[in-house]
């Protein structure tokens, strides 16, 4: 039996556990408030925030108002207040719906198990839900015209910032079934965490303005690491480690030469140095990462077997000629090019022999064309030649020449030479400067016709569209 907390249709089951959730959470962040190392903290936003997103079809004004329903009975039974109490939550439940709206409308935004992909929406999102959160507590305590107005709202902004961007990456991340065994039974797979630890001991040990930036370095680690969730728990983990070590004395940022005789000006600099390796650490991963796309995007661009370019190979070498206009009103001509038998030759030999001739003839091809054009295995036993700039007639010798290039030496075939020859249709035309790959295909279609004529004919011949009457040329076998 699977269980579900929110259910689609069931609306009277969802708005009873949202508001059993926002009455118990709000309780336990107005406790929080009593230890004055967690009084920054108040999950309820970040926590209903994270539940919205998640269950994007909650995103409905009757859920808000019962959260918003439970805010204030909390506050009305357990905080002492009335009518403050219906005034003060709208800046509790302003940031949850600019938090929301920001994240919830952003495409691409969640994975198929509604889990937030990329994290680094989260902060634009916190930063703004803070502002308004912070500017409607503010004036909702009706400190506007008052010298304590700018101190309540950075409280408000500072509480309602940390929290989320501590928080919401971690919630919004998670899996449904997280597998932290999995992740770290190696035990090189624990070095980060144990590096983080470390950092966090050296800050402790230090003390100083520099010492809360120390676990940076480890953080950027765990990020290269571990899966994003795993990392934003991590970072969560550090950010309430760091509040209450500050809170009770144990991270003594003002300096403490007690421990070390290092003075302020020494953490300042060590602070410096992990903030500088933080970026660099980045870039180097970053590089790698880029060094990984293009191998990738190479060997999805280039046909495995022949080395030459596949079909997507060559149009991404359009694209991006189109990009840099060196197509632009250029003459281009397309040489579609078939094995003639090539079935007979996978018949007889075997699917290895077959492979063997593809790639003598992508060579010799690749010969024949040199640096004038591009060669590509469009699909099978099919090739493409586009060429730039050259008349009618050169075209055609250029057809010619690849075909004679492939017959005049048979390829050896189990020890036996096979003569294998092609059969080519020529097409020429202008390409369009609006739409490069329509016109590309246009020409491709007509080649494609030719190389039809030239099959249907005895094969082992060129036929071309670029005269009036099609030019055939053909050599007897």
Not at 198 to 223: K, N
Not at 242 to 248: A, C, K, N, P, Y
Not at 368 to 391: D, H, I, K, N
Not at 398 to 405: F, N, P, Q, S, Y
Request: hydrophobic share 50%.
């Amino acid at each position: 039996m699977q269980f579900t907390l929110f259910d689609k249709n069931g609306p009277l089951k969802n708005a009873l556990i949202l508001f059993v959730f926002t009455l118990f959470f709000c309780f336990v962040g107005g406790h929080l408030r009593l230890p004055a190392e967690l009084s920054l903290f108040w999950p309820i936003n970040a926590l209903l925030t994270a539940i919205f997103v998640r269950f994007s079809w909650l995103h409905r004004p009757h859920y808000y108002l019962v959260c918003y329903s439970a805010m204030v009975l909390n506050d009305t039974l357990f905080s002492g207040w009335a009518i403050p109490a219906f005034t003060l939550n709208g800046a509790n439940l302003l940031f949850i719906l600019v938090a929301v709206s920001m994240l919830i409308q952003r495409p691409g935004l969640l994975n198929a198990s509604g889990r937030v992909k990329s994290a680094l929406n989260i902060f634009p999102a916190c930063l703004l839900a803070s502002i308004a959160c912070a500017t409607w507590g503010a004036l909702a305590q009706g400190l506007l015209i008052s010298e304590r107005f700018l101190p309540a709202w950075s409280d408000w902004l500072s509480e309602q910032f940390s929290t989320g961007v501590l928080l919401l990456p971690f919630l919004l991340t998670l899996p449904r079934r997280p597998s932290l065994l999995s992740t770290l039974r190696r035990w090189r797979n624990c070095l980060p965490i144990a590096s983080l630890i470390l950092s966090l001991s050296a800050a402790v040990v230090i003390g100083g303005g520099g010492s809360l930036s120390f676990p940076v370095p480890a953080l950027i680690w765990c990020a290269i690491s571990y899966p994003l969730w795993l990392t934003s728990g991590l970072t969560l983990i550090t950010g309430i480690s760091e509040i209450v070590l500050v809170m009770h004395g144990l991270m003594n940022i003002q300096g403490d030469d007690s421990l070390l005789p290092l003075g302020h000006l020494a953490s300042a600099r060590l602070g410096v140095a992990t903030v500088a390796i933080s970026p660099l650490i980045v870039a180097v991963s970053m590089d790698a990462i880029r060094q990984l796309n293009h191998q990738l995007a190479l060997r999805a661009n280039h046909d495995f077997l022949t080395r030459q370019l596949s079909r997507s190979g060559l149009y991404e070498q359009l694209h991006q000629l189109e990009k840099t206009s060196d197509l632009r009103a250029r003459v281009a001509g397309v040489l579609l090019i078939d094995v003639d038998y090539f079935k007979s030759i996978n018949d007889n030999y075997g699917h290895d022999a077959g492979d063997a001739v593809l790639f003598e003839v992508a060579q010799r091809m690749q010969q024949a064309v040199g640096q004038e054009g591009l060669v590509c295995r469009f699909g099978g036993e099919e090739f493409l030649v586009l060429l730039f700039g050259l008349s009618d007639g050169q075209l055609l010798e250029k057809a010619e020449a690849i075909r004679h290039r492939i017959m005049q030496e048979k390829i050896m075939l189990r020890g036996s030479g096979v003569a294998v020859t092609v059969s080519i249709g020529v097409a020429s035309g202008v390409l369009e400067t609006n739409n490069v790959s329509e016109s590309f295909n246009r020409l491709v279609s007509a080649a494609d016709k030719q190389l039809f004529i030239s099959k249907r004919n005895g094969r082992n011949q060129t036929t071309s569209s670029l005269t009036s009457e099609n030019a055939v040329f053909h050599t007897l076998a």
